[in-house]
């Protein structure tokens, strides 16, 4: 079994900055892709950025220039940091990975969200 618990959420003015975190923990034998994704009040889920085990990397048009996804592999960990916030970032974010609890065995867990507002 593999949880992810994330952290950092929480209410920041219109320009500001927040950093989200996501450990994964349980049986685990590698994490290949990491992800973050977002899901905005009546919208549906949409991706945010991933990064693969190699450190590359991919953004959504959305946070392009403004967000930076990255892991530490040594902690199971994958962070976002968000800067120049807008209240149209303003979702619950939510973290996922594909992670190898064996050689054989994988499978995608997602983390429970967090609540990220901006206000303007």
């Known amino acids: 079994q593999v949880q992810l618990v994330e952290s950092g959420g929480g209410l920041v003015q219109d320009g500001g900055s927040l950093r989200l975190a996501c450990a994964a923990s349980?049986?685990?034998?590698?994490?290949?892709?990491m992800g973050w994704y977002r899901q905005g009040p009546g919208k549906p889920r949409d991706l945010v950025a991933t990064i693969d085990s190699d450190g590359s990397t991919f953004y959504a048009d959305s946070a392009k220039g403004r967000f930076t996804i990255s892991r530490d592999n040594a902690k199971n960990t994958v962070y976002l940091q968000m800067n120049s916030l807008k209240p149209e970032d303003t979702a619950v974010y939510i973290c996922n990975a594909d992670v190898q609890t064996s050689l054989l065995r994988s499978a995608v867990y997602w983390g429970q969200g967090n609540q990220v507002t901006i206000s303007s």
């Open positions: 349980g049986t685990i034998f590698m994490i290949n892709a």
